[in-house]
Nanobody
Framework: QVQLVESGGGVVQAGGSLRLSCAAS????????MAWYRQAPGEQRELVAA?????STNYADSAKGRFTISRHNAKVYLQMDSLKPEDTAVYYC???????????????WGQGTQVTVSS
């Protein structure tokens, strides 16, 4: 069974940095895109950043210039710098992967990690 486990959340002052990590484990044949989403209270879940298997990246406008997504094997990272109070949210890892050589891809989610930025 595939699992995605996030770590690295916490409380930080505005202007500070955090690095989120997510590790995928289990029966994994191939991973396409890995991404970070976030959901603030009362808001919809939104894409923060994504990285394809070839390394191309995509960022939300709010993350450009401050966040950097990277990946290595079955792990994905999100380096967050110059954090703002509006970055406060639960951050979720997502991976589009196939468990077998049949290449039937499906999206998997982690349990989420809380990021709180104080002003």
């Amino acid at each position: 069974q595939v699992q995605l486990v996030e770590s690295g959340g916490g409380v930080v002052q505005a202007g500070g940095s955090l690095r989120l990590s997510c590790a995928a484990s289990g029966f994994i044949f191939k991973i396409n895109t890995m991404a970070w989403y976030r959901q603030a209270p009362g808001e919809q879940r939104e894409l923060v950043a994504a990285i394809a298997s070839g390394g191309s990246t995509n960022y939300a406008d709010s993350a450009k210039g401050r966040f950097t997504i990277s990946r290595h094997n079955a792990k994905v990272y999100l380096q967050m710098d110059s954090l703002k109070p509006e970055d406060t949210a639960v951050y979720y890892c997502n991976a589009d992967l196939s468990e077998t050589a049949a290449l039937k891809f499906k999206g998997y989610w982690g349990q989420g990690t809380q990021v709180t930025v104080s002003s």
